[in-house]
């Protein structure tokens, strides 16, 4: 009987820290904000050149930001979705070394 | 009865924790492809059961295959301690676990729960309470899927490997 009184004290406190960490996290956790802001992104080559890009956007994140700044100026990036979100793989036809 | 010679390193305790080596490592980039669903924490428990606290070396030679695996970071630092902080809890607490697969499946929940935490610590040292607290923080989803998955898998799996272990060690060997 206290064997199974310990089991089920101890799966209590499990789900009880789980719904503790979950609060942690939405308390504390990363957070991204959407608003306006500035940024200034600067691609550099292969040869040593930089081209910077500046301006303000709404983007929450940097996939956004880089969506924007494809369609309005001259810039291009190429990437893949994987399990931790988007990989960038080149940027202005460059492979990223 | 225990054997009182298996406190040196025979040809037997040499061999099988090359073995073991093996299937910690083959079983854990098996299911590389899911993060923090892995069977080394409930590996290392049951074999701290049935081979003492040789289990330990097994943790630090665990990082080392790992590292030439990966290539060694400061991960390497957390890998070296909370391993065998894990065995060190199994087998004091083995008097009490009496080989109740609940008791280890909750043994092995809290260790993937706190799993981050534990990582965290080193980061004390490099950026303070506040690195520490952000790094556990944004890795709290992970040490959930973590902590349900080491339940279950070693809720399901205990039983049956520890008949099996008990079958293939023979039973001098054995340090239950």
Not at chain 1, 18 to 24: E, K, T
Not at chain 2, 155 to 167: D, G
């Amino acid at each position: 009987m206290n064997n199974k009184k310990g089991i089920i004290i101890g799966i209590v406190a499990l789900v009880v820290v789980i719904l503790a960490g979950v609060g942690i996290y939405a308390k504390f956790g990363p957070k991204a904000s959407a608003g306006s802001k500035s940024y200034t992104l600067t691609v550099v080559a292969e040869d040593g050149t930089e081209t910077s890009y500046e301006g303000t956007t709404d983007a929450e994140y940097l996939h956004g930001l880089l969506d924007e700044v494809a369609a309005n100026e001259d810039f291009t990036f190429e990437g893949s979705d994987g399990d931790y979100g988007f990989y960038i793989e080149s940027v202005n036809g460059e492979v990223a070394m | 009865m225990k054997d009182k010679a298996s406190k040196k390193w025979g040809a037997y305790e040499v061999a099988s924790m090359g073995i073991m080596l093996a299937i910690i490592e083959v079983s854990k980039h098996a299911l590389d492809f899911l993060p923090n669903i892995e069977l080394v924490s409930f590996l290392f428990i049951v074999f701290s059961l049935m081979f003492g606290w040789r289990v330990l070396a097994l943790t630090w030679a665990f990082t080392v295959i790992e590292a030439f695996y990966f290539g060694a970071g400061v991960w390497v630092i957390a890998y070296a301690y909370v391993w065998p902080i894990l065995v060190i809890i199994v087998l004091l607490t083995r008097k009490v676990g009496k080989q109740n697969p609940w008791f280890y499946a909750i043994l092995s929940g809290a260790f993937g729960l706190s799993f981050g935490f534990l990582c965290s610590i080193y980061t004390l040292v490099i950026g303070g309470v506040a690195q520490q607290f952000t790094w556990w923080v944004a890795g709290i989803p992970y040490d959930i899927v973590h902590g349900i998955g080491n339940f279950f898998i070693c809720l399901f799996l205990f039983k049956p490997v520890m008949i099996i272990l008990k079958k293939v060690v023979p039973e001098e060997k054995q340090h239950l």
